[in-house]
């Protein structure tokens, strides 16, 4: 498939001669081509339009045939085949297996979704018949459902050229809801997101469907995003990416004549709680784990732990050691761009120059775009007293908080920002200072989890992947999971409508076969 550097307005290619990029290989330092030409205003108000014109025909055809649509498009991306794969190699410096991993899962959401579309819950379908005898006033009639909440645009991420960009989450989320889609694709990958964005452009078509339905924006710099998030069509926005970057969106959003959400993610570093029984029964295996968790990927996820806590002893020394010397022994690895790559050299640097703070150990150093893995250590005091220590640094790091009692771990619990995750390594000596723990975390965070570690989220039906600010925009969502679907839905309820005008989801006859709440309970 020949890739053009043409953005997808619904079923044709731009014919704007925008400014003009190319794509980065991070691992060879050279760039991609074809010459890639930056969306304009122009570009934007087409989609944006062609979005609006497809809404509610799109919305309202049967979930069936949703369903289908999300199907046939995971069918089109494994049809691409290995060429996919290749391009998003070089594009990121991301290995195959990885990729291949992605790739899989990008699938596996859609067919989620299209099982969601098929069950019919997500239409939250309520029914309280009129009671005209009612004294001493009668009830009227009254049905509720879920509409999509319209045109939606979504960010594709760096870090996941295939599971959080142009057909993932977000996206599949949106269609699945009944909302049109434009993608901005992300520019560290723009070939991959070409490839992936025809692959949906081709299922629109076969399901005969509007064209408006998708598209696809290519283009660098913040000039574009913020004209997608300002056009009047577009009813809410997916984001993975920084915190600057969530919130320039946000921002943006708010200032428009009708605001419109903004669900970003943005900001995590997904403590991990190192329990003492836990600690003195296993300290060699969690500590290997640990690393692990950190380095891979290049640490370059947003569940990285990038904090570890855990009470001052000769346990938590030894388990500080034994992960210090597992960082020596780990290599440096490519990161997915050169600004990415500056950042984390940034972040490492800010770190070691904190006078409270120490390096226990840092992995073999390489040239290029490679982060070398850093583990620090410092002082709850310190962490409490100094911001510095606070901030996410988007790589293969971690700082270690040693902290005097239990009292002093519970107020570093209570001074941390919103995370995606906590982690608990524990073991059953632990569950009292599990249980002061729990009430704070679920406050702090979006998943809560034992004995494991957070890089690596299920795409389920029981996943949260959100949580309070940084970590995401709004707290009451998640991106991950079946869930999801609800960020771009909102209710509407009739009141005394004739069985024939109300929509197939509220009708007494129940024809799309779903579970209805009538009078307070479950029907189908």
Not at 99 to 127: C, H, K, M, P, Y
Not at 161 to 172: I, M, N, Q, R
Not at 335 to 341: P, S
Request: proline share 6%; charged share 15%.
């Amino acid at each position: 498939m020949t890739i053009t550097g043409k953005s997808l307005i619904g079923s044709s290619y731009s014919t704007s001669n925008g400014t003009v990029f190319q794509a980065f290989d991070p691992t060879l330092g050279t760039e991609i081509g074809p010459n890639f030409h930056s969306a304009d205003q122009c570009d934007v108000e087409h989609a944006c339009d062609l979005a609006q014109a497809a809404f509610d025909i799109y919305r309202e055809i049967n979930p069936e045939v949703r369903a289908g649509f999300l199907e046939m498009i995971g069918q089109y991306i494994l049809d691409i085949g290995d060429e996919l794969i290749v391009r998003a190699m070089a594009e990121s410096g991301l290995p195959r297996v990885r990729l291949e991993g992605e790739r899989s899962r990008t699938i596996a959401q859609l067919r989620l979704f299209a099982a969601v579309l098929r069950e019919g819950s997500w239409n939250d379908a309520r029914i309280d018949p009129a009671i005209p005898e009612r004294l001493p006033l009668p009830r009227v009639d009254l049905r509720l459902r879920n509409i999509a909440i319209g045109p939606v645009a979504v960010f594709g991420a760096s870090n996941f050229p295939l599971a959080f960009s142009v057909a993932g989450g977000d996206t599949a989320a949106a269609l699945a809801a009944g909302c049109p889609v434009v993608v901005k694709a992300h520019p560290a990958h723009p070939g991959t997101s070409e490839l992936v964005g025809r692959a949906i452009q081709q299922a629109v078509v076969a399901s005969k469907l509007p064209e408006g339905v998708f598209s696809l924006l290519t283009g660098i710099g913040n000039a574009l995003g913020s004209m997608l998030v300002q056009n009047a069509q577009i009813q809410a926005v997916g984001f993975t990416g920084s915190r600057q970057g969530g919130l320039a969106l946000m921002k943006v959003a708010a200032a428009r004549m009708q605001p419109i959400p903004v669900y970003a993610e943005m900001s995590s570093i997904n403590p991990i709680y190192l329990l003492p029984a836990a600690l003195a029964a296993r300290a060699d295996t969690i500590a290997r784990n640990f690393v692990d968790s950190v380095t891979m990927g290049a640490g370059q996820f947003c569940t990285n732990p990038g904090l570890v806590l855990g009470l001052a002893g000769a346990d938590f020394e030894r388990f500080a050691q034994l992960a210090g010397k597992e960082f020596t022994q780990r290599s440096a690895a490519t990161m997915l761009t050169a600004g990415i790559h500056a950042a984390y050299q940034h972040g490492v640097a800010t770190l070691a120059a904190q006078a409270d703070v120490k390096q226990l150990g840092q992995g073999v150093a390489a040239d290029g775009y490679q982060a070398t893995p850093t583990l620090f250590a410092t002082s709850a005091h310190a962490f409490l007293n100094n911001p510095n220590l606070s901030a996410e640094v988007f790589g293969p790091v971690s700082l270690m908080i040693a902290c005097e009692n239990e009292a002093e771990l519970l107020q570093v619990t209570e001074h941390l920002e919103g995370q995606l995750t906590a982690t608990l390594q524990m073991d059953d000596g632990d569950k009292a200072l599990v249980r002061r723990l729990l009430p704070l975390l679920e406050r702090k965070v979006g998943r809560i989890l034992a004995n494991s570690f957070p890089t690596g989220v299920e795409v389920s039906h029981a996943m949260v992947h959100g949580g309070p600010f940084p970590a995401t925009s709004d707290s009451r969502s998640t991106s991950v999971g079946s869930a999801a679907i609800y960020r771009f839905l909102r209710p509407v309820s009739y009141q005394n409508l004739a069985q024939d005008l109300l929509p197939a989801a509220v009708q007494d006859a129940n024809p799309l076969h779903i579970w209805q709440r009538r009078d307070g309970r479950l029907w189908r």
